[in-house]
């Protein structure tokens, strides 16, 4: 099998499992807590503050995408497979072209530094890189076929990851808060129950106990409450339901 036909269907591989599969970048880092010196573990609430921060800022380029994008666009891929009725090339989508994936990093980002390893980073980084350009891959042949020269002149002008405002084009549509707490809400109680196992983990670690930190135990019942609330709405109601998007 020739190599892009490869980097493509492997790419397509990794798309439907995206959800779950980073998941695995943190085992290394798990086993790595355990064999680290206990000392570099131990809580420091401003530190591991810059942490979620991190995070948070990965689900901020997220909510950038989600809010602007109408449905059914080059961003708003399914678990099933690609999907896209139109190429999106307005708002964050002309400053990078992945700005989901972008986001993806940053939120993976804070839990691995969580682990407060150089090394670590380095390896998490490159992994994450592999990992993701196929993804990218795979969803930029996707848009080659089905947008063909109008997708070719677009990627020209845009970097993938990397972005640049020289030629930004403001969103065809406004911000829509609603769509972002539908496609969005998952994603970010996912930050919290991450930080909060790990914590867990750490506190195994230091005293043998399994404990949680108050402030990782305040944070993870705020997002859980947050969570159930907009989960309730978006299952029993339509109110999250925007048109076009």
Avoid: C
Wanted: net charge positive.
């Amino acid at each position: 099998m020739a190599l892009v036909h490869e980097f493509e269907r492997t790419g397509n591989w990794l798309f439907k499992r995206r959800s779950w599969l980073p998941v695995f970048f943190i085992i290394p880092g798990i086993t790595l807590m355990f064999l680290s010196d206990n000392n570099s573990l131990v809580f420091n609430l401003k530190t591991e503050m810059i942490f979620l921060a991190v995070s948070i800022f990965g689900q901020l380029i997220r909510v950038l995408a989600a809010g602007y994008a109408p449905g059914k666009t080059s961003g708003r891929n399914t678990s099933e497979g690609q999907v896209a009725d139109q190429l999106n090339v307005t708002g964050i989508y002309s400053v990078m072209r992945h700005p989901l994936y972008a986001g993806n990093f940053f939120m993976w980002l804070g839990p691995a530094l969580f682990i407060r390893s150089v090394w670590f980073i380095i390896v998490f980084i490159l992994a994450f890189w592999l990992y993701y350009e196929r993804i990218m891959f795979a969803e930029e042949q996707f848009l080659r076929r089905k947008f063909g020269n109008e997708y070719d002149k677009w990627s020209e002008k845009v970097k993938a990851v990397i972005p640049s405002f020289r030629n930004y084009i403001p969103p065809e549509l406004p911000f829509s808060f609603r769509t972002v707490l539908r496609r969005e809400y998952n994603s970010f109680i996912n930050i919290f129950v991450i930080f909060s196992i790990l914590d867990i983990l750490r506190n195994y670690i230091l005293s043998g106990t399994i404990t949680i930190t108050p402030v990782w135990a305040w944070l993870l019942i705020g997002a859980i409450i947050f969570w159930i609330i907009i989960r309730m709405i978006h299952k029993n109601t339509k109110w999250l339901t925007v048109e076009g998007r």
